[in-house]
């Protein structure tokens, strides 16, 4: 069973970057369909942007142009990169291997200025 840590959350401000990292433990990660979420307090997790073993990607209206999702399977990881941070991105980002439902612990992202 493949296990997710995620890493890279913090306080930035209002138009800051930060990249999100999800290294996988286990074997197979070449092979999962992978993808990040987010849950802000008070609200339903969402999907936030998405990326298949064969690299196509997806991304939620509110991200598009700003969120960019890759992966580098050589080192197992997924990685989501932030930029022009706004407020609204505040919340809880977890990823998730989604051919075996498999959550990550979650990183806390804040924008604030």
């Known amino acids: 069973q493949v296990q997710l840590v995620e890493s890279g959350g913090g306080l930035v401000q209002p138009g800051g970057s930060l990249r999100l990292s999800c290294a996988a433990f286990?074997?197979?990660?070449?092979?999962?369909?992978m993808a990040w979420y987010r849950q802000a307090p008070g609200k339903q997790r969402e999907l936030v942007a998405s990326?298949?073993?064969?690299?196509?990607?997806y991304y939620v209206d509110s991200v598009q142009g700003r969120f960019t999702i890759s992966r580098d399977n050589a080192k197992n990881t997924v990685y989501l990169q932030m930029n022009n941070l706004k407020a609204e991105d505040t919340a809880v980002y977890y990823c998730?291997?989604?051919?075996?439902?498999?959550w990550g612990q979650g990183t806390q992202v804040t924008v604030s200025s």
């Open positions: 286990g074997s197979l990660f070449a092979l999962y369909n």
């Open positions: 998730k291997a989604e051919n075996v439902k498999v």
């Open positions: 990326i298949t073993r064969a690299g196509s990607t």
